[in-house]
């Protein structure tokens, strides 16, 4: 019956794009944080709902009836079969809710907000400053990852049944990307530091720039 009911609705607005409705909830809620937290809600609400409903659907029936056989309680059965049975299919939700989560906050920062990360790069890519969309660019990224590293080290300890060459592949595949941005970070510093940053421009202004003269009746000119 919950299946009959969510899933409609699911399937609905998973395909939407979270920045297609974020002007409603904007329009709705306002600009402040409420609108972006039910608009982050919404985006990783379906990637864990789809999680914990295939969790749910892969527990094998021996492990259920096993347990009644032994006189457990629908509660019982829940907490200690089902539940632990179902752990890594949700941290594997959560992670990519938290992934999509954050890049759909960083978007909406850049569509309707006054400060963040999203409206630092939007900002200043309209004056070119290159040094400072790099850093945007690569704070985005440091911060997905060390986001991504919490939740893997809290499912190590939660779940640690899930194999711990798992958690080895996956820190090393983790590791590996903070090399490469570490490598883009290398080239955005050289590339600022030849370019000139837009403050090093402005230095290079002159004091008093002239556009024109013209000569009033006394004599002095304007």
């Keep these: 019956k919950i299946r009959a009911v969510f899933n409609p609705m699911i399937s609905f607005y998973r395909p939407l794009p979270p920045l297609a409705y974020y002007t409603m909830l ?69 992670r990519t809710a938290l992934g999509f989560s954050y890049t759909t906050l960083v978007a909406a920062e850049m569509v309707a907000a006054e400060n963040g990360i999203g409206w630092m790069v ?55 990307i903070i090399a490469v941005f570490s490598l883009i970070f290398a080239g955005a510093i050289v590339l600022t530091g030849c370019g000139g940053t837009q403050a090093t421009k402005e230095a290079a202004k002159p004091d008093q720039i002239v556009i024109g003269v013209q000569t009033i009746p006394s004599g002095e000119p304007v």
Aim: hydrophobic content about 50%.
């Design 122 to 176: 939007l900002d200043a890519s309209k004056f070119l400053m290159s040094d400072v969309i790099f850093v945007g660019i690569i704070l985005m990224g440091v911060t997905g990852i060390l986001m991504d590293w919490a939740l893997l080290d809290l499912e190590s300890r939660i779940v640690p049944w899930k194999g711990k060459e798992y958690k080895e592949a996956v820190m090393m595949k983790i590791k590996s």
């Design 26 to 94: 904007v329009i709705w809620m306002g600009i402040d944080n409420s609108s972006k937290i039910t608009l982050l809600y919404l985006a990783g609400f379906a990637p864990v709902y789809l999680s914990c409903l295939s969790g749910v659907a892969k527990v094998r029936r021996d492990f259920i009836r096993g347990a009644q056989v032994l006189g457990a309680s629908k509660h019982q059965v829940f907490v200690h079969v089902m539940l632990p049975a179902c752990l890594p299919d949700i941290f594997t939700g959560l």
